[in-house]
């Protein structure tokens, strides 16, 4: 590792003054992700100055106080993200069931609650605000900040600090404006207690293998309560407790509670969902309705695949790229179907209902393991691959790991394992934004994942999915079209809709994409296209012609007037392509 160099007086402020302005766009986006391109802005400065050593001694990527900046800040996201200010509050606080929620005017009456407010605070609708657990005076301060968010006349996002006199410990209020149809201005109060679901304590022993002793230990860690307030309650002594819990770190695979409780809240997202089934994507017109297939795949783990054409085709498998595009243009299925194609899309791992790979899986090697079961369950010998962007990796992992499978690949806007620093510059913003993260500092990636799916909810997906592309005309054009709008926004439904969201899935693809899978390219045999667009945000013509040069064996053609969307907007060519890669 190269030894830095002391810092003058001059740079050292220089330093405190860059750190403080990304410690306060990270809580700002936390509070509000439609802030994150601002966040954006100040990240691209800091890393440019890394670029040309315009600050003497620039913070690193990986600067562990802005880690833990990023990991306090995260709890704000996973907490608050799911407020959304859609005129509906009721449907709002259905949306936080797991932490105490309510709606006020600041008068002396609560307008509405979800269940936890019920069971942690004890609050009813129409009932008293001053059942809340907390001293009178700091109840009256409340009632006030309510009143000043409500009617506009206060940030439109206040946070609060008060202790409980119940548990002894602060609760965070987070005091929001709230557009609906009342007769007085509203605020929703968000809070950090939490409300552990019934019979969740019978999922957590049976997904960790804990004993009911050890349920017990984390639901009070989950809840806030230090470990003498357990034992207190136990009737056990600290260090009985205290040698429990370390038992349950190992089970549970985790270093320390504060990610244990990360890892509880996550099952406990899960637990939440409604099982009554998947949810069916939005009637689009013009495409058919998607039709989810179930088994069970490596390791027991649940895994969906999808598919389209001519049900006694010859096997296409296509790769859906990290946001979930499993859907092709109506045009496009149609086509398959007269053309005898059996298109078959298996759902990644953490997508829609597929299940998270365990903790500790390589990526790659679990994806291709996926995508080898669903084709050995269909009872499929060989098949061609279209695959979108860095899903070339699973393409050919799967050829060199399964041999007489893969008859060949097709790639399209596809992107190669990267090189240099400047290969990451000359991406758009966005991208770079991402996946230079996701190489140099992947312990801040999942929170700016996290903050980007906040984002898209916010803005609907049309209007993210345009900010995202809008580095190239060509995606822009092609988006606007409404057979492709409609197939990206239908198909990623299973990335990101509208009670479900691959934020996880996603940082995992990405990290996955930028280590280096170079080895892959050089040991795959079977015959492999690139269509690459001259537009393309990620992964531009110069970039792909430096790789050129190192991966020889591969047939290269560029299309003009494409970018990221290449298959999208010129489908025809990629099926005509297609045909000499058709098992025979």
């Known amino acids: 590792m190269k030894e830095r160099v002391p810092l003058t007086e001059t740079a050292q402020f220089a330093e405190r003054d860059q750190k403080a302005e990304i410690v306060d766009r990270l809580y700002e986006v936390a509070l509000d992700p439609i802030r994150l391109e601002e966040l954006l802005e100040v990240w691209e400065g800091r890393v440019a100055q890394l670029r040309v050593g315009a600050l003497e001694g620039a913070i690193a990527l990986d600067d562990p106080e802005i880690d833990a900046h990023v990991s306090r ?17 009721r449907s709002i606080l259905d949306d936080i069931p797991r932490y105490a929620a309510f709606v006020s005017d600041g008068g002396a009456r609560i307008i509405a609650c979800n269940r936890a407010a019920g069971l942690a605070f004890g609050l009813a609708e129409a009932g008293p605000l001053t059942t809340l657990p907390f001293e009178p005076e700091d109840v009256e301060t409340l009632r006030g900040v309510i009143h000043k968010v409500a009617s506009g006349r206060a940030e439109k996002v206040v946070t609060l600090r008060i202790r409980s006199r119940v548990t002894g410990s602060p609760v965070i209020l987070r005091v929001s404006a709230l557009e609906a149809d009342a007769p007085k201005p509203l605020a929703l109060v968000l809070s950090t207690e939490l409300f552990w679901p019934d019979d969740f304590s019978e999922t957590v022993q049976e997904a960790f293998g804990l004993t009911p002793a050890e349920v017990e230990i984390v639901r009070g860690i989950t809840l806030g309560l230090p470990l003498k307030d357990i034992a207190e309650q136990r009737g056990r002594s600290v260090e009985t407790v205290r040698t429990q819990a370390r038992s349950i770190l190992a089970k549970t695979e985790t270093h320390s509670q504060s990610e244990l409780v990360r890892v509880v809240l996550g099952l406990m997202d899960v637990a939440l969902i409604p099982t009554a089934g998947a949810e069916p994507l939005p009637d689009t017109g013009g495409l058919a309705p998607v039709v989810f297939r179930q088994m069970r795949g490596p390791g027991g783990r649940r895994l969906d695949w999808t598919e389209f054409g001519d049900a006694k085709g010859v096997p296409v498998l296509f790769m859906h790229l990290d946001y979930g595009l499993i ?35 390589d990526h790659i090697t679990g994806c291709t393991e996926d995508y080898a079961a669903v084709l050995e369950h269909l009872g499929v010998a060989q098949a061609a691959v ?10 050919l992992n799967l050829a060199i790991t399964r041999p007489g499978l893969i008859s060949g690949i097709l790639g399209c806007a596809a992107q190669l394992p990267l090189r240099t620093a400047a290969q990451y ?42 900010q995202v592309n809008g580095g190239s005309p060509a995606d822009m054009e092609t988006f606007a079209r409404p057979e492709v709008r409609e197939a990206m926004l239908a198909g990623s439904e299973v990335c990101l809709g509208a009670r479900l969201s691959a ?34 945000p990620q992964t531009p013509v110069q970039t792909i012609r430096e790789l050129m040069g190192e991966f020889a064996q591969l047939r290269v053609e560029f299309v003009p007037q494409a970018g990221q969307l290449l298959f999208f907007k010129e489908w025809p060519q990629v099926l005509a392509r297609l045909a000499e890669f058709l098992p025979r």
Request: charged fraction near 25%.
């Open 73 to 89: 800040a995260r709890v704000f996201l996973d907490r608050f993200e799911a407020t959304r200010e859609d005129g509906g509050y």
């Open 327 to 361: 859907r092709w243009p109506a045009a496009a299925e149609l086509a398959a179907r007269q053309q005898g194609l059996r298109v078959i899309v298996p759902v990644r791992a953490g997508y829609g209902r597929s299940d998270l790979h365990g903790k500790g899986t």
């Open 386 to 395: 279209i695959c979108l962007g860095a899903d070339l990796r699973f393409a």
């Open 425 to 466: 510059e000359r991406m758009d913003k966005w991208q770079r934004f991402i996946l230079a993260n996701a190489r140099y500092a992947p312990k801040v990636l999942p929170f700016l994942v996290q903050a980007g799916f906040s984002l898209a909810r916010r803005l609907g997906k049309e209007k993210f999915f345009a």
């Open 503 to 536: 934020h996880e899935a996603f940082t995992r693809e990405c990290i996955s994409s930028e280590r280096d899978w170079s080895a892959l390219v050089t040991a795959c045999h079977v015959p492999v296209l690139l269509l690459q667009g001259d537009q393309d």
